[in-house]
């Protein structure tokens, strides 16, 4: 099972981005995080995050449910640990929509996980896309702003860096970036393992 970690500053199309991924690329599943912040817009109990209050965050990091967690925007956001073993189950990769603390804490306690941070072109680009979303309010733009300014510093620790100029050109580059890491030679062990049997097979 690999695990991909995607970060990137609020606008920058994370979302649009990796919602596309899980629909193109099979075996694929999103790691649902919990958090302290309401639901936007269409978003679902369960599907996009499991929502809850700061008392019980609290309560589940007291009894260290959480492989990372992070506090972001003023709320809380954590991976719990039954995500991993869930995809294993599923015989998926499981991709992670975290930020650049928890991608952190992921990294150190899974080295080989694959990471992946998006940027938008440039400043002003990102503060179209944020007010063409309609979703917050000027003040919060404003904030997402300079908070951007301070994530995309953090951009060496990862990977792979995806420019998201293009909608369709980026789509195509992080599905690469999974289809590539699938075929890596380390991963391919047991699957090469057959193939050389029946060559073996032939020598006889
Ligand atoms: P994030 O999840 O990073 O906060 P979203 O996926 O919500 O960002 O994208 C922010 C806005 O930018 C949305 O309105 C989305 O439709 C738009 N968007 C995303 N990627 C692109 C792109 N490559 N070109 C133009 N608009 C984009
Ligand atoms: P939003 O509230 O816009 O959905 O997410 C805000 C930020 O929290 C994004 O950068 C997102 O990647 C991050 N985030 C979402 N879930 C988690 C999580 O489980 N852990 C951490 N560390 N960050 C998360």
Request: net charge negative.
């Amino acid at each position: 099972m690999i695990v991909f970690i995607i970060s990137a500053p609020s606008g920058s199309g994370k979302s649009t981005l990796v919602t596309r991924l899980l629909r193109d690329v099979p075996s694929l599943t999103f790691s649902v995080s919990y958090t302290t912040r309401k639901p936007r817009g269409a978003e679902r109990d369960g599907e996009n995050y499991f929502y809850i209050c700061r008392e019980e965050f609290e309560e589940r990091l007291r009894r260290d449910e959480f492989l990372e967690w992070a506090e972001v925007f003023g709320n809380y956001y954590g991976t719990h640990r039954s995500v991993l073993d869930q995809a294993r189950e599923q015989g998926a990769d499981v991709v992670l929509d975290i930020d650049v603390q928890g991608a952190a804490q992921l990294k150190r306690r899974i080295p080989e996980a694959v990471s992946v941070f998006i940027l938008p072109p440039s400043r002003q680009v990102l503060e179209t896309r944020l007010r063409a979303r309609g979703e917050d309010a000027d003040e919060v733009i404003h904030r997402r702003l300079r908070d951007a300014a301070r994530e995309i510093s953090n951009y060496r620790a990862y990977d792979y860096v995806l420019i998201n100029e293009d909608l369709e050109e980026s789509v195509r580059a992080l599905e690469a970036v999974v289809r590539a890491e699938r075929i890596r030679r380390s991963r391919m062990e047991p699957r090469i393992g057959p193939v050389l049997e029946t060559f073996e097979a032939g020598k006889e």
